[in-house]
């Protein structure tokens, strides 16, 4: 079946998963401020869509653009924390239902979001790894280097993964030695060179170390394959991330046990450990990734999308503009995407957590996320991501432990 294109809307027994359908999209990062932990995360006044609608307003003598995103209610879930619309904003109609939602979850992490977000709040603590020089602990470099076979390694700091792979990829691809490093999240990452040290090494690696840090626990084990020269070093689409499962089923397990196709579009599936879905699409870039969810659209069930770019490209590069100007594209697609939807179907639109770009650093921000879905009016601040969670279970019949339905 082809995609389903305004004035070419197919009847509902046409899916191959039954009569319902509904989109959920993750605005990876696109946090609005306002968590009431944040101080604790050394995050107290970071606040990803207010802070680049004043950037906006300062530099580029203009206000930040979001017409569609503005009618389903994103300026008024900010309004629920911070009192007003972001900088610049006018008041607008809204068509649809909002709320903001706070996390409960010990992380600022992206599977701490996602899971809470599904039903599954992360209430334990992950590891972290300091961050001093020589941050990884001899032992576990000792049986990766002994394991995999390795020379030796790089980097073992916290980094932008940008930058340490400019500063060490030459050397790296002299030496055979992969670049390990991390941040401020539970994350352990190693770039290499896709074509000098290999894909599938560094896969096989990332698997090594992936079973070498459950105990302490960490969250993600991520290859960061990039391609080039010195100078000229890019990353590439092959990114692929080794989280750990949930400890329990989410919302995607029990919609998937209910019969319904459960579609996870981009990282989605590594991040939920490839558990709960009946079909992973990759795909990389937010262009890719709306030609590849309007591809999958027949499918019908939950279809997931995660749109990276917001977080990988501008929050953690620090780059407000750009950053902006992806949000202003990206409601423009949303624009477009409206037409092409059914009356009946359900669109929710959420964050997993905050990336200021202003803000000191480059990690994640602690914050609140905006929580747009169909219907009509304001639901308030939630306690908690795992409202979300319940609310597309309800849609598809489906009742979760944690959360309460929103609506």
Same mark, same amino acid.
């Given at each position: 079946?082809?995609?389903i294109?305004?004035?070419? !809307?197919?009847?509902? @027994?046409?899916?191959?998963?039954?009569v !319902?359908?509904?989109?959920?999209?993750?605005?990876d990062?696109?946090?609005?401020?306002g968590a009431?932990?944040?101080? @604790?995360?050394?995050?107290?006044?970071?606040?990803?869509?207010?802070?680049?609608?004043?950037?906006?307003?300062? *530099?580029?003598? *203009? #206000?930040?653009?979001?017409?569609?995103? $503005?009618?389903?209610?994103?300026?008024?879930?900010?309004?629920?924390?911070?009192?007003?619309?972001? %900088?610049?904003?006018?008041?607008?109609?809204?068509?649809?239902?909002?709320?903001?939602?706070?996390?409960?979850?010990?992380? =600022?992490?992206?599977? %701490?979001?996602?899971?809470?977000?599904?039903?599954v709040?992360?209430?334990?603590?992950?590891?972290?790894?300091?961050d001093t020089?020589d941050?990884f602990?001899?032992?576990?470099?000792? &049986?990766?280097?002994?394991?995999?076979?390795?020379?030796?390694?790089?980097? +073992?700091?916290?980094?932008?993964?940008?930058?340490?792979?400019?500063k060490?990829?030459?050397?790296s691809? =002299?030496?055979?030695k992969?670049?390990?490093?991390?941040?401020?999240?539970?994350?352990? $990452?190693?770039?290499? +060179?896709?074509?000098?040290?290999?894909?599938?090494?560094?896969?096989?690696?990332?698997?090594?170390?992936?079973?070498?840090?459950?105990?302490?626990?960490v969250?993600?084990?991520?290859?960061?394959?990039?391609?080039?020269?010195?100078?000229?070093?890019?990353?590439?689409?092959?990114? =692929?991330?080794?989280?750990?499962?949930?400890? =329990?089923?989410?919302?995607?397990?029990?919609? !998937?046990? *209910?019969?319904?196709g459960?579609?996870?579009?981009?990282?989605i599936?590594?991040?939920?450990a +490839?558990?709960?879905?009946?079909?992973?699409? !990759?795909?990389?870039?937010?262009?890719e990734?709306? %030609?590849?969810?309007?591809?999958?659209?027949?499918d019908?069930?939950?279809?997931?999308?995660?749109?990276?770019d917001?977080?990988?490209?501008?929050? &953690?590069?620090?780059? #407000?503009?750009?950053?902006?100007?992806?949000?202003?594209?990206?409601?423009? @697609?949303l624009?477009?995407?409206?037409?092409?939807?059914?009356?009946?179907?359900?669109?929710?639109?959420?964050?997993?957590?905050?990336?200021? #770009?202003?803000?000191p650093?480059?990690? +994640?921000?602690?914050?609140?996320? #905006?929580?747009?879905?169909?219907?009509?009016?304001? &639901?308030?601040?939630?306690?908690?991501?795992?409202?979300?969670?319940?609310?597309?279970?309800?849609f598809?019949?489906?009742?979760?432990?944690?959360?309460?339905?929103i609506?």
């Amino acid at each position: 079946m082809g995609m389903i294109r305004g004035g070419d !809307k197919r009847s509902r @027994q046409d899916y191959a998963f039954g009569v !319902k359908r509904l989109f959920w999209f993750v605005l990876d990062s696109v946090g609005i401020g306002g968590a009431p932990d944040a101080a @604790q995360f050394g995050d107290d006044g970071s606040d990803t869509l207010g802070h680049i609608a004043e950037w906006f307003l300062s *530099r580029e003598n *203009r #206000p930040l653009v979001l017409p569609n995103l $503005q009618r389903r209610g994103l300026g008024e879930s900010y309004r629920l924390v911070h009192g007003r619309l972001p %900088s610049g904003w006018s008041e607008m109609p809204v068509t649809e239902a909002f709320a903001a939602a706070t996390e409960i979850s010990t992380g =600022k992490d992206t599977p %701490s979001g996602h899971w809470e977000m599904a039903g599954v709040p992360a209430r334990w603590d992950w590891a972290y790894f300091p961050d001093t020089a020589d941050c990884f602990p001899p032992e576990l470099l000792a &049986h990766l280097h002994l394991q995999c076979g390795l020379p030796g390694s790089l980097g +073992h700091c916290h980094a932008s993964g940008t930058d340490i792979i400019r500063k060490l990829g030459e050397t790296s691809m =002299k030496t055979g030695k992969p670049i390990f490093y991390t941040s401020a999240d539970s994350v352990f $990452q190693i770039a290499a +060179h896709e074509e000098t040290f290999g894909l599938e090494q560094l896969y096989r690696l990332c698997e090594v170390a992936r079973a070498a840090l459950l105990d302490p626990l960490v969250g993600r084990v991520i290859a960061r394959p990039f391609l080039g020269e010195e100078g000229n070093f890019i990353r590439t689409g092959n990114r =692929k991330d080794y989280a750990v499962p949930p400890p =329990k089923p989410t919302v995607l397990e029990r919609i !998937k046990e *209910r019969g319904f196709g459960v579609t996870g579009v981009g990282k989605i599936g590594d991040i939920f450990a +490839h558990i709960g879905l009946t079909r992973e699409v !990759k795909a990389s870039g937010h262009g890719e990734l709306w %030609s590849v969810t309007r591809d999958v659209m027949d499918d019908g069930g939950l279809i997931m999308t995660n749109f990276v770019d917001f977080d990988m490209l501008y929050g &953690h590069r620090r780059d #407000p503009r750009g950053y902006g100007m992806a949000l202003e594209e990206w409601d423009r @697609q949303l624009g477009l995407f409206l037409d092409e939807m059914d009356d009946d179907d359900f669109l929710l639109i959420t964050a997993d957590h905050g990336n200021d #770009p202003t803000w000191p650093g480059t990690d +994640h921000t602690r914050e609140r996320v #905006p929580v747009l879905l169909n219907g009509q009016g304001s &639901h308030g601040i939630r306690d908690s991501f795992s409202d979300i969670g319940a609310t597309v279970g309800n849609f598809f019949g489906v009742k979760m432990d944690e959360g309460q339905v929103i609506g």
